[in-house]
């Protein structure tokens, strides 16, 4: 399941963010990445090492963990700490499938990687190309939102940003490991969760929409890990 959700952070938050990212030198993607990806990853990223980074990036994980949709979606257990990166100049991704463990630089964690997300900090008018293509059952998707508005995908899915051929694409980055480990599993709880919240509206606390809340309950209890 590929979800847009909207506004993980105003357009004054992400003033704010871009501001302090920008006040920084960024340093080269690839020297966080494994040989494989060495070849593949022509980006920049903000330095995980600077005194800055903890603030940041803290500041997306907490947009993220009081976003409704997230937290239905992702059915977060561990999130890593959220990371920055910038496409210009022809930088790109290619095709690949992210890392399935990654350790937390802050709590030394390992972290099995269940769920991407990724952050939009830049408007689509501000650069050409960059688009995330995510390739799934169906097909391909494109993916390119406004700056403020976030993707989320499985980690299993083969991915990767297209050069960026004019101005530049900030981004923030992050995954995460989910109480329920199966996409298919995640995508029914995340659908049914979301017709219970429409048949509340419409019903209010009716003896079925206690019994499906019932019934989510039961199936998430069943399947987290
Ligand atoms: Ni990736």
């Known amino acids: 399941m590929l979800l847009h959700i909207p506004q993980v952070l105003s357009k004054q938050e992400v003033a704010a963010l871009r501001a302090e990212l920008a006040a920084h030198d960024w340093v080269d993607g690839a020297r966080s990445s494994g040989a494989q990806a060495v070849a593949l990853k022509d980006n920049r990223q903000f330095p995980v090492e600077s005194p800055a980074f903890a603030g940041l990036s803290q500041r997306i994980a907490e947009a993220l963990a009081r976003h409704p949709l997230f937290v239905s979606a992702a059915l977060p257990r561990q999130v890593l700490p959220p990371m920055f990166n910038c496409y210009s100049g022809g ?13 937390d630089r802050f709590s030394g964690l390992q972290v099995r990687t269940d769920v991407s997300t990724t ?5 689509p008018e501000e650069y050409e190309g960059g688009e995330l293509i995510v390739e799934d059952t169906y097909g ?29 694409r900030i981004a923030a980055f992050l995954w995460t490991q989910s109480w329920v480990r199966d996409a298919w599993q995640r995508k029914l709880l995340f659908e049914l969760d979301m017709n219970i919240l429409k048949l509340r ?11 499906l809340t019932s019934t989510y309950h039961n199936l998430l209890r069943q399947w987290s890990e």
């Open 119 to 123: 952050v939009f900090l830049s408007e």
């Open 201 to 211: 509206a419409q019903l209010g606390d009716s003896e079925e929409v206690l019994g």
């Open 140 to 168: 391909e998707h494109e993916v390119k939102l406004a700056a403020g508005d976030a993707i989320l995908y499985p980690a299993t899915s083969l991915h990767r940003v297209e050069p960026v051929t004019r101005g530049a």
């Open 91 to 103: 930088g790109r991704y290619g095709n690949h499938v992210d890392n399935a463990l990654q350790r």
